[in-house]
């Protein structure tokens, strides 16, 4: 898998959201092209036809939409909407199941045999995708990284490089 970002001024039609696709061949390679030269060269001729390539060939493949995986179980399910609806929070699995009607353990089962994912995993992939969105806004990454729960920048850069690949800054450098 590889992962692209855009600031909303350098693809406007492309700004509402962030988004998962089907990637076609040619898009493939533009794209492996891209993460391989480590982005593209906007002071170059070439890097900014690229780009324009790149983008022209983004804007006709179909979207689908981009969720992490919610457990069935009505418990759980509670657990993850509590989650979602506030990310930065810090409320222990064992409080929020017990609001939930399941102990922790049940969820964490549960968690793990409906998403693919342990909570504190799916947690972490709630956290960083809200963090996406706001870095998107353009909000700075010390503020991000405390509103969606990390203690410190450092600890949210390498958890997003863990992810990723790459930290905040490096994902929205500007491309003229």
Known sequence: ???????????????????VID?????????????????????????????????????VVPERPLALPMPTDARARRVAEAVLSSPGSSAPLDVLARRSGASARTAERTFLSQTGMSFGRWRQHVRLHEAIRLLGE???????????????PSAFVAAFRRCFGRTPAQYYRRVP
Not at 27 to 41: K, N
Not at 138 to 152: F, K, L, T
């Open 1 to 19: 898998m590889r992962t692209l970002y855009f600031r909303p001024d350098v693809a406007p039609k492309m700004a509402d959201a962030y988004c």
């Open 23 to 59: 990637v076609p061949p040619l898009l493939r390679e533009l794209i492996v092209h891209v993460v391989e030269a480590g982005g593209l060269d906007g002071s170059s001729a070439s890097g900014r036809a690229l780009f324009r390539v790149l983008v022209d060939q983004l804007r």
């Open 138 to 152: 353009g909000h700075a990454v010390v503020s991000v990284a405390i509103q969606v729960g990390y203690r410190s």
